[in-house]
Nanobody, 131 residues
Framework: QVQLVESGGGLVQAGGSLRLSCAASGRTSGRTFSAYAMGWFRQPPGKEQEFVAAISWSGTDTYYTDSVKGRFTISRDDPEKTVYLQMNSLKPEDTAIYYC????????????????????WGQGTQVTVSP
């Protein structure tokens, strides 16, 4: 089993920055953290969970939803088994619970922008952006 723990959330004013971290532990089917694509999703108050960003298992490709392009950056540190989400120029509409997730299959980049593509989820971290 893979366990994911997010941290770094908090309250920030509009225009500010936060960096979220997601630390992984455990392994599945003999695969290690580096074998899995990783993603970030968020759930704004009263809304459905939505895709934010993803990074391929090799780390060479990244994907973003349009509303965060140019402001958010996803990265990974495989030796540390951690994925990051650097969030700059934050807006009130970025307020949400942010979740990290690990792709369901090793060495693939399938379904990275959909919830169904992920098998492991963290508990979430709250990000609140004040006007």
């Amino acid at each position: 089993q893979v366990q994911l723990v997010e941290s770094g959330g908090g309250l920030v004013q509009a225009g500010g920055s936060l960096r979220l971290s997601c630390a992984a532990s455990g392994r599945t089917s003999g695969r290690t953290f580096s074998a899995y694509a990783m993603g970030w999703f968020r759930q704004p108050p009263g809304k459905e969970q939505e895709f934010v960003a993803a990074i391929s298992w090799s780390g060479t490709d990244t994907y973003y939803t349009d509303s965060v392009k140019g402001r958010f950056t996803i990265s990974r540190d495989d030796p540390e088994k951690t994925v990051y989400l650097q969030m700059n120029s934050l807006k009130p509409e970025d307020t949400a619970i942010y979740y990290c997730a690990a792709n369901a299959r090793a060495f693939t980049n399938v379904g990275l922008t959909t919830k169904g593509g992920y098998a492991y989820w963290g508990q979430g971290t709250q990000v609140t952006v004040s006007p």
